[in-house]
């Protein structure tokens, strides 16, 4: 239920137990006073029937003596000297009597009246009919003001959390402010108060993405001289083996820095092609097991997508499933299970899982899964996927607890 709907249900149902409570208070002040003026008037007929009785020994008034329908309580009391008015059903009628201790001859008799309560019941039913209306009534008008309300700011909302959308899928321009409707209330100070906080993070985004960019491409110069001087030094010697593996590292480091700059600056253009998953899997598992990448580590592979075509860049598509499988290497356990569905790649291992942060919002870089490295691995593949339209998704194994990549190929 909309929060429009929710405000509008709130406001019908205040207004209808407001209404109600009144007029269970208008309507027993109603039945009390009706009951008042019954007796009243009944006591004081009953009183002029006495009278005249008594002086003329008519019977006057509608007053009727040792009537078989009064009832015995009403009876006994006005022959113990008492005068009373009681209730009672008479042929399925409700009556109300009064009644009074006389002398006939020689014995006490009682003399009473009666009056139907038909009037005071309409009355009432009145009375209950105009509570009905007033409830349905004022919670149509009420409602209906309260709905042209709610739906402002519901529509107000609605709108901004359009922009926010917007400013989650990377278009930091948008302001909320700016297409909700002003207003001097909550939801303008709302909408301020997050326009600031997307400001700020822009500017940090920004800083690290010029920071990424920068310092890959400071670096890249003076590594490419060092590479060549590695090259230079005795292959036998352990020294030179040293130099040139941290090179190599480095040399990684750099190109991965440079990668993620193309990727936030948007300039990696893919080149699409028809591609066959199982046989690029097979492919790129065999050339990481020639490299040495995984060739000391269990790893388990189930190609299940079998005559598969997508129309992705295999390069990009390679590096992506290379690079999931570097950080189970790196981070996870043995065993490494790599499976291909006709819709999906999944890379799994047997280790402590991902941590919290990469489960609730993905990768970040120079934040690493293992607590060691530059985090930019699962950055990249990420920011790959998303290139080619791919959805990844991060989870932890319920059964083993450890961690568990899914590239979901493009539908259609």
């Known amino acids: 239920m909309s929060l429009r709907w929710k405000i509008v249900l709130v406001i019908v149902t205040s207004v209808m137990v407001a209404v109600l409570s009144c007029g269970v ?3 027993q002040s109603a039945t009390i006073s009706e009951n008042d003026r019954l007796r009243n008037n009944l006591t004081e007929q009953l009183t002029d029937a006495v009278t005249i009785y008594q002086e003329s020994g008519v019977l006057s008034l509608n007053a009727s003596v040792d009537d078989r329908n009064l009832p015995t309580n009403a009876r006994n009391a006005a022959l113990s000297g008492q005068s009373v008015t009681v209730r009672s059903q008479v042929d399925g009628e409700e009556v109300v009597w009064a009644a009074a201790p006389i002398s006939v001859g020689t014995h006490t008799a009682v003399l009473s009246v009666q009056t139907s309560t038909e009037e005071s019941q309409e009355l009432l039913r009145s009375i209950d009919r105009a509570i009905i209306i007033g409830m349905i009534g004022s919670a149509l008008v009420i409602g209906g003001i309260g709905s042209l309300v709610a739906g402002q700011v519901s ?6 959390a359009q922009a926010a959308r917007r400013i989650a899928g990377g278009d930091t321009s948008v302001r909320i402010s700016d297409v909700i409707e002003a207003g001097d209330d909550e939801v303008t100070a709302f909408a301020q108060a997050v326009d600031t906080a997307v400001e700020r993070l822009a500017e940090r985004l920004d800083s690290e993405q010029r920071f990424t960019s920068d310092l890959a491409h400071e670096m890249r110069t003076p590594l490419t001289g060092l590479v060549n001087a590695a090259n230079l030094l005795e292959e036998d010697s352990r020294p030179a083996e040293l130099v040139k593996d941290r090179v190599h590292r480095l040399q990684v480091l750099v190109e991965d820095l440079l990668e993620v700059s193309r990727l936030d600056a948007g300039r990696a253009n893919p080149e699409l092609a028809p591609m066959h998953v199982d046989n690029s899997v097979k492919s790129l ?14 790893v388990r592979v189930d190609l299940g997508a079998g005559d598969t075509l997508i129309e992705t860049d295999q390069r990009r ?17 043995d065993p490494i299970d790599v499976r291909t569905t006709p819709t999906s790649v999944i890379v799994s291992d047997a280790g402590a899982g991902y941590p919290r942060d990469i489960l609730a919002t993905g990768p970040t870089r120079f934040v690493s899964a293992g607590g060691g490295g530059m985090g930019l691995g699962l950055v990249i593949a990420q920011g790959q996927a998303n290139l080619l339209g791919m959805t990844m998704t991060f989870a932890n ?3 083993t607890g450890g961690a568990v990549a899914t590239l979901t190929f493009p539908q259609g």
Do not use: C
């Open 25 to 27: 208070v208008v309507r």
């Open 155 to 160: 529509r107000r909302l609605t709108t901004g």
């Open 285 to 298: 598992l065999t050339t990481l097991r020639a490299s040495g990448a995984i060739t000391d580590h269990e």
């Open 317 to 333: 598509f390679e590096r992506i499933v290379s690079n999931l499988l570097v950080n189970a290497v790196k981070h996870g356990a």
């Open 397 to 399: 194994s319920p059964e």
